[in-house]
């Protein structure tokens, strides 16, 4: 008697698929190139850090470490942002789907899946970066330890946000190359908004314009919005707690928390209004 296969369910399709696709990234030259880069990039600030203490009298008073870390989740949330974008449009475009492997499945396990495999990267990459930091000591010995290196646990959570963006514009595009373009211009002019945002604030009023005055009032009214809907806004706290020399909390990884979740749940959405990747 033959028996129909039993198709695999939405948790066990998600786990495979997730772990097809990781074993995939961990596997590609682009992984270690990224991985690579962020510890760079820790090197070239620690050159200087170390230079500083060369040639002035500098007291380190807060984490070392807060320039850096803010410059990393910046970088590694475009990155995979990026790589979200495209990875979704690809799916579209070449008429594709992984997933055919281990049997239908709808929008929710698909989008969990490229979720789940996008922040495992994400954990990798800062374990890769905490490792190196910790061993290299790019800011000379006994400066990093392991309180330092605590204050990594939050720093991905503003990356997340970011993330999911891609995800929602490689859910509603038909092509790699049109999820890169929209992507970029997006993150860009929410980018853009944020520094505007934060030049004004910093120039005291009695020597802005009133062209100034207006704009900034315009973006103070925004601001509400903007934290709900704008990936920018949340990579732009770490960015914050550098220039007022203050560590990261746990409370405020509540905001870009709820913000990740809401664009997943927008790009869930979009792919099923934009319909099934055949």
């Not at 590694?76 to 049997?103: D, F, N």
């Not at 211009?185 to 009695?206: C, D, R």
Request: proline share 5%; hydrophobic share 60%.
């Amino acid at each position: 008697m033959n028996v129909a296969p039993t198709p695999a369910g939405p948790l066990t399709a998600t786990a495979l698929l997730t772990w097809r696709e990781l074993r995939s990234r961990l596997g590609s030259v682009w992984f270690w190139a990224v991985s690579s880069v962020t510890c760079f990039m820790a090197w070239l600030y620690g050159a200087g850090f170390v230079a500083s203490f060369n040639t002035e009298s500098v007291i380190v008073t807060t984490d070392p470490l807060l320039a850096v870390n803010a410059l990393v989740v910046i970088f590694l949330g475009v990155v995979l942002g990026l790589r979200l974008a495209a990875s979704m449009a690809w799916e579209r475009e070449h008429r594709t789907l992984e997933v055919l492997l281990i049997g239908p499945v709808g929008w929710p396990t698909v989008i969990s899946a490229k979720v789940l495999v996008e922040i495992a990267v994400l954990a990798l990459l800062m374990l890769i970066y905490a490792v190196y930091l910790a061993v290299a000591q790019p800011l000379g010995a006994g400066v990093i330890s392991a309180g330092e290196l605590g204050g990594l646990v939050l720093v991905p959570v503003f990356a997340l946000p970011v993330m999911a963006m891609g995800l929602v514009v490689g859910a509603a595009l038909g092509t790699v190359r049109g999820a890169v373009v929209v992507f970029l211009v997006l993150f860009g002019a929410l980018a853009a908004v944020e520094a505007a945002h934060a030049a004004l604030t910093a120039q005291p009023v009695e020597q802005q314009s009133l062209a100034s005055l207006y704009v900034s009032h315009v973006l103070d009214l925004a601001a509400p919005g903007l934290d709900v809907v704008s990936p920018a806004r949340m990579l732009a706290i770490p960015l914050r707690a550098l220039s007022g020399q203050a560590g990261l909390v746990p409370t405020q990884s509540l905001l870009p928390l709820g913000q990740a979740a809401l664009l997943i749940g927008l790009a869930i959405l979009a792919g099923r209004m934009r319909g099934a990747m055949r």
